[in-house]
């Protein structure tokens, strides 16, 4: 659960540190005094979007730290190398550039990451739910949560996108003969064109490096000429290897008088072989120098010839030769196309099978689920003085489709007489916070998310209505810890812990603060809620009943 939570400069939140405690946690104050920051703060340490508006004007970050107790086990701190501690500590920090640093037990994590566990810790259900609700294309998801038949949705969703993937290779198979024509036209051209020019892999490279040679065949001669002549020497010069070997000799005769020349003679001793050796080479280099403008020529001409190829079909020559392997194949499937595509579509005729099999069971287990919502949710109801609603999940049977073959509305009727209708239409705002609260109590039993949060879900709601929301959040409490934001003083009147959040000015600033209410607190901050601004010896005299009941 929830039992700390620590915020600095969001909003009008210079600094506060807020305690929750099990049971049912109430939040009131006047409208505007902040109590949506303190939902917003909560939402930011769950991973949701958090944004530099946020941050308090002057300062330069904002941020949220918070304690939970009693945490469990989750496989998210393993799978993400987060050390698992039952006190969890969440810390985030937003900056004026948008940089989110976000933190775990200390290790960091992406926003993306900490989302995946904020979800496992709270659920947040505000007067957005509302739309939600309304809107049929959630309402297939919302029963397939409470139905709990993610393996019948695996194996149904494994069998579809097997059709959708020969449907797609179907689809793709087939074209009209006018349009066939023209490709394999297209591609016959292709294949005679690259197969004409009779490429081998590496070829372009090998011919680059030889027109290189080629183009500058002149200077490499003149080149090694002199270098076979510093090395040689010439008609009036000695060369390296011609000094190098009158030193050797020299040396070996100063090495018969002393021992002291003798390692220099081994020395210039090698150093002679080693010139004669590269002189050789560079000899033969030059005498194996052949060249002539029409190798050149015909050299350009290969070249031009593979350019132009490789604007059409690929960068070097193994990719035009992997692209005529592929223009290949896509001939022969097309000449071949119409036995191919019987094939698949016997495939196909299979797999749909196996498909609508699939997916008549997922419906069947939608509609046990259907009935045992609908049951719970009339219950739920009941509970909130709503005895006579009627409640249906109305099925329409469709294709194949990604999420089964059904689509599912829920349809309600307000009053005695009246036909079942879509939600939308018949529930006023007061009686859809009530159902939207029924729906989420009965989804809430179905995961083990410990902390509910209900944000002004109670809007429209008054009188014995009201009443009966309050005690409905108050049984909920008794197993979840719940926190809510509200404006109904029977709300307030039943929580274990009431936090009043206020807002006042100081030096021409405005701040915000949390306090938790004792009894006398509590009596007032009712008092206001009942009677407004002004509070006379009966408001306070009706808050203290409203206590004492």
């Not at 700390?4 to 409208?31: C, R």
């Not at 009693?70 to 810390?91: A, R, S």
């Not at 495939?347 to 196996?354: G, N, P, T």
């Not at 008054?462 to 909920?476: D, F, T």
Request: charged fraction near 30%.
């Amino acid at each position: 659960m929830l039992s700390l939570l620590h915020i600095e400069n969001i909003a009008v939140i210079e600094q506060s540190d807020i305690s929750f405690d099990k049971g049912f946690n109430v939040l009131t104050g006047e409208t505007g005094a902040g109590k949506s920051i303190v939902i917003d703060a909560i939402s930011a340490i769950l991973g949701e979007r958090a944004y530099r508006d946020m941050i308090r004007t002057g300062a330069s970050k904002a941020s949220v730290r918070a304690v939970f107790t009693d945490v469990p086990e989750l496989p998210w701190f393993q799978e993400n190398g987060v050390e698992y501690d039952p006190e969890t500590i969440i810390q985030r920090e937003i900056y004026l550039d948008g940089k989110n640093v976000c933190r775990v037990n200390g290790a960091l994590v992406t926003v993306s990451i900490l989302r995946k566990l904020g979800i496992q810790l709270i659920n947040i259900h505000g007067q957005h739910d509302s739309a939600s609700l309304f809107d049929e294309n959630n309402h297939l998801q919302f029963l397939d949560d409470f139905a709990d038949n993610k393996i019948q949705q695996q194996d149904y969703v494994q069998k579809y996108e097997a059709v959708a993937a020969l449907r797609r290779e179907i689809d793709r198979m087939t074209m009209d003969e006018a349009e066939k024509l023209r490709r394999m036209e297209t591609l016959r051209y292709q294949i005679e064109e690259i197969s004409k020019a009779d490429l081998e892999t590496g070829e372009d490279d090998i011919l680059e490096e030889r027109r290189k040679l080629l183009q500058n065949a002149e200077k490499l001669s003149d080149g090694m000429d002199a270098a076979v002549e510093c090395l040689y020497g010439g008609d009036d010069t000695d060369g390296a290897a011609s000094l190098l070997a009158q030193a050797e000799r020299e040396l070996t005769r100063l090495s018969r008088f002393t021992d002291a020349f003798q390692h220099l003679h081994e020395r210039v001793s090698d150093l002679m072989y080693q010139v004669q050796d590269v002189a050789e080479e560079v000899r033969d280099a030059r005498n194996g120098l052949s060249y002539s403008a029409d190798e050149l020529e015909q050299i350009e001409g290969r070249l031009d010839v593979i350019h132009r190829l490789h604007r059409k079909y690929g960068a070097t020559c193994a990719d035009i030769l992997v692209y005529l392997e592929q223009a290949k194949a896509e001939l022969d499937e097309i000449e071949f196309a119409d036995d191919h595509v019987e094939r698949l579509k016997s495939k196909l005729a299979k797999s749909e099978k196996a498909a609508w099999e699939s997916a008549l069971a997922l419906r069947e287990s939608r509609k046990v689920a259907a009935d045992e919502l609908a049951e719970r949710i009339l219950t739920e109801l009941a509970q909130l003085d709503m005895p006579k609603v009627q409640f249906s999940c109305q099925f329409t049977e469709l294709e194949l489709t990604a999420n089964g073959a059904d689509s599912v509305a829920f349809y309600m009727s307000a009053n005695v007489g009246e036909a079942l209708k879509p939600m939308s239409k018949v529930a006023s705002g007061g009686e859809l916070a009530r159902i939207m609260l029924a729906m989420k109590n009965v989804l809430a039993e179905q995961d083990q998310v410990a902390t509910l949060i209900f944000d002004e879900v109670d809007t429209g709601v008054s009188g014995r209505a009201a009443q009966k929301v309050a005690e409905k959040l108050r049984s909920v409490s008794r197993s979840k810890q719940v926190l809510c934001v509200t404006h109904l003083p029977q709300l307030a009147a039943l929580a274990t812990t009431h936090l009043l959040i206020a807002k006042e000015e100081r030096a021409g600033r405005t701040y915000t603060t949390v306090t938790p209410l004792d009894i006398e607190g509590r009596k007032r901050e009712l008092a206001r809620i009942i009677g407004g601004a002004l509070i006379t010896e009966n408001t306070l005299k009706s808050a203290e009943e409203m206590l004492d009941t």
